[in-house]
């Protein structure tokens, strides 16, 4: 059976929900799709706040009704290592480790730092996501309507968080997924 591309969350996207009171809904935005935490990212940035920790633990894998965000192991093999050693001279473990994982899966990564990651995603073939392209998938996917998407990227913003705060009608996100 051959398995379905995973949609790898690095810690910001994460935040971004959380802070947007939608991370429990995420799975569904796209849910022909798995969403993954990679282990390192789990456990190097999003446990060191208490709250965000006990968040995710509440949250993974036991979403009711629909399939939830699961967290999976980094055992990078060879090929995966050599990247994200590289990576990580430039870059912050968690995009390193998720660029890297994506670079060799075949998988989508999840991040709003462009900054760190769009070039190299680009320049290697990698299809990414950002925050915004997955609030604008809920709202044409009719997972939540047009003011909840909204509501969400107004709550992330306001939390402090580096979201453009757009009316994600008039939003065009540069992949498509339908």
């Not at 392209?133 to 044409?140: C, S």
Request: hydrophobic share 35%.
């Amino acid at each position: 059976m051959e398995s379905r591309v995973k949609i790898v969350l690095d810690a910001d996207v994460v935040i971004d929900f959380i802070d947007g009171k939608r991370l429990i809904d995420l799975p569904r935005f796209l849910p022909s799709y798995d969403f993954v935490l990679l282990d390192i990212v789990y456990n190097e940035e999003l446990s060191k706040n208490p709250v965000t920790k006990n968040y995710i633990d509440r949250l993974t894998g036991c979403v009711k009704g629909h399939k939830g965000i699961s967290i999976i192991e980094w055992k990078p093999d060879n090929e995966t290592l050599k990247i994200y050693a590289h990576l990580n001279q430039t870059k912050g473990k968690g995009e390193s480790a998720c660029i890297a994982y994506c670079q060799t899966h075949n998988d989508v990564v999840a991040s709003s730092n462009l900054k760190d990651i769009e070039i190299y995603c680009e320049e290697n073939n990698i299809t990414y996501l950002t925050f915004l392209d997955l609030v604008w998938y809920a709202w044409k996917n009719k997972v939540l309507t047009l003011k909840e998407c909204n509501e969400c990227i107004q709550e992330a913003a306001k939390a402090g968080n580096k979201v453009p705060n757009v009316d994600i009608s008039k939003y065009q996100p540069k992949v498509s997924f339908l």
